[in-house]
């Protein structure tokens, strides 16, 4: 079992920046594959970045340049820095766990995370 908490999310102006954090606990957790996601009203939910157990990451092409997932393994928590934040990316954001290999062309699949924390709003207004 593995349990996530994200923290972080709020309101913030178009340009800002927001600093998500995802605080993980249980034995399953040490090797797991970490990713964020996001889920805007009416949207699927949509894969950002993704971090594998040995600190590889990965990127959608409208996180690259401005996103970057991190890990804390003596705080077992992911984090994601977000910068120049646009309007259309208010959503709830999640963090997953993936306790299976995830290959790098799955990494921002839904389907590869077998654990999902409750999430954390972030609403960008003008």
């Known amino acids: 079992q593995v349990q996530l908490v994200e923290s972080g999310g709020g309101s913030v102006q178009a340009g800002g920046s927001l600093r998500l954090s995802c605080a993980a606990s249980?034995?399953?957790?040490?090797?797991?594959?970490m990713a964020w996601f996001r889920q805007a009203p009416g949207q699927e939910r949509e894969g950002i970045a993704g971090?594998?157990?040995?600190?590889?990451?990965r990127y959608s092409d409208s996180a690259k340049g401005r996103f970057t997932i991190s890990k804390d393994n003596a705080k077992n928590t992911v984090n994601l820095e977000m910068n120049s934040l646009k309007l259309e990316e208010t959503a709830m954001y999640y963090c997953?766990?993936?306790?299976?290999?995830?290959?790098?062309?799955?990494?921002?699949?839904?389907?590869?995370?077998?654990?999902w924390g409750q999430g954390t709003q972030v609403t960008v207004s003008s």
């Open positions: 971090i594998d157990p040995d600190g590889y990451t």
């Open positions: 997953a766990a993936g306790t299976g290999t995830v290959p790098n062309r799955w990494r921002l699949r839904e389907s590869s995370y077998n654990y």
């Open positions: 249980g034995a399953s957790y040490n090797g797991a594959f």
